[in-house]
């Protein structure tokens, strides 16, 4: 029903909601970019220096990922145009999976249009009543919406204590009655965790997790959208990292762990969607369960063109990967300089510095979002993240960095941090 104005009881409410947001400085708002977005960014008609993007290889704006997406698409055209079990299924796809898994040293590679897709998709077709998933507390939202709605048990565990993932895989039974049907089935367990936390940067225990979840007849689930691309010897991500092969990444002779790896295309690729990695049967099962990919509409294939070619430039230029290095530490030394704690004291403002992000805590939503705003006035766009993102108290700026950063471009925006930070006023 509408009052005399034209609004609806709902909208009523929801402007009450958002009169709340806003006070609460907790509003969100859009910018809409012009052209490429890379390192460099224009907004509005003004360029900015960008740290704050998942670019971390410098790939989203080169030009040859955008020309091999361009020859696609001119002999494919804009969209596969159903989901990949009728029509939408296109060589590109084959291409790029069968890259992956190369790549990765895995037997069988899936696509997925996005990195929510695919941890929904895998979580609901592995998991339901009468299973179990253990997950560390900070996972990213997209771990914690799809084990909800698996219908598993849901146990969370604090952020990174091994200790008490221990403890619940110790208090799992091993049989249990799923999905409501008469035959027993033996439960189902998925330890799950990112990678790369993306709010914090620091860096899952793989190896511990991995060891205890074998040790508890338990499967290990990993999310590295964050590490796929940046960790590793060869950029094969924290599985390379932590359960590195003798032969290097594109070697299948390993066992591989975890038994579950995901990852996105939209980060360190540049390009757009989300892969899982696993076994034959993982594969084939997802084929036939997941149903946020038998119900979506197959990603384009010009898109998995792009990401087969950004993969192909991974491989060939390793230095990209070191010219990140470098720029982290660079930014990590500023920022001590500054005054935020180093990564190895309690409660640090700095992440690990092995990951390109790097997030300076500022406590009240209020203080971080000042901040941002000052950095943008001087030309640097480092976006402010606050609750519900992260608890209450911890908003922060998240700073991410580029291999194609420069020296110049980081040394500018520490020293407006610098400035902006002797402006700001104090903590209450």
């Known amino acids: 029903m509408n009052d005399r104005t034209g609004h609806s009881l709902l909208d009523r409410r929801l402007e009450v909601e958002l009169a709340r947001i806003r006070a609460a400085d907790l509003y969100r708002v859009r910018r809409a970019?012009?052209?490429?977005?890379?390192?460099d960014i224009e907004v509005e008609g003004r360029h900015y220096v960008n740290f704050c993007s998942n670019d971390y290889l410098g790939l989203a704006a080169d030009p040859r990922p955008a020309a091999a997406a361009q020859r696609v698409l001119a002999r494919c055209g804009t969209g596969s145009g159903a989901a990949a079990l009728i029509t939408g299924y296109d060589v590109e796809h084959a291409r790029l999976e069968e890259a992956l898994a190369d790549f990765?040293?895995?037997p069988r590679a899936l696509l997925f249009s996005s990195g929510w897709a695919a941890n929904l998709?895998?979580?609901?077709?592995?998991?339901g009543r009468g299973d179990r998933l253990i997950a560390d507390e900070l996972n990213h939202a997209s771990l914690i919406d799809g084990g909800r709605l698996s219908g598993a048990e849901y146990v969370r565990v604090l952020h990174r204590d091994i200790a008490g993932f221990e403890r619940a895989l110790d208090a799992l039974g091993e049989i249990g009655n799923r999905d409501g049907k008469d035959e027993?089935?033996?439960r189902r367990t998925l330890v799950v965790t990112d990678s790369v936390f993306s709010m914090d940067g620091d860096v899952a225990d793989l190896p511990s997790l991995s060891q205890l979840a074998r040790a508890h007849g338990a499967a290990l689930m990993v999310d590295d959208a964050h590490g796929f691309g940046v960790l590793g010897a060869n950029g094969g991500?924290?599985?390379e990292h932590f359960f590195p092969s003798p032969s290097g990444a594109?070697?299948?002779?390993?066992v591989p762990s975890p038994d579950i790896y995901i990852?996105?295309?939209?980060?360190?690729?540049?390009?757009?969607?989300?892969?899982v990695a696993g076994s034959e049967a993982l594969i084939e099962y997802l084929i036939q369960r997941a149903?946020?990919?038998v119900f979506s509409t197959a990603p384009p294939p010009a898109i998995a063109a792009a990401a087969c070619e950004s993969l192909r430039v991974l491989r060939a230029e390793p230095e990209r990967r070191q010219r990140l290095q470098d720029n982290i530490r660079r930014f990590h030394d500023g920022a001590r300089q500054l005054g935020f704690a180093a990564p190895d004291t309690p409660q640090s403002p700095i992440a690990n510095p092995a990951t390109p992000i790097q997030p300076l805590l500022l406590g009240e939503a209020a203080r971080a979002l000042a901040l941002s705003r000052a950095l943008f006035e001087r030309g640097y766009w480092v976006a402010a993240i606050r609750p519900p993102t992260v608890p209450a108290g911890t908003s922060r700026l998240r700073v991410t960095l580029s291999a194609t950063h420069t020296a110049m471009q980081i040394d500018g925006l520490l020293a407006a941090l610098g400035d902006a930070l002797q402006r700001l006023p104090a903590a209450a």
Do not use: D, I, N, Y
């Open 237 to 239: 991500g924290a599985a």
């Open 263 to 275: 990852a996105t295309l939209g980060k360190s690729l540049g390009a757009s969607g989300a892969f």
């Open 104 to 106: 990765l040293g895995r």
């Open 184 to 186: 027993k089935w033996e």
């Open 121 to 127: 998709g895998v979580l609901r077709a592995l998991l």
């Open 250 to 254: 594109g070697s299948r002779s390993r």
């Open 33 to 39: 970019v012009s052209g490429g977005h890379g390192v």
């Open 291 to 293: 149903r946020s990919w």
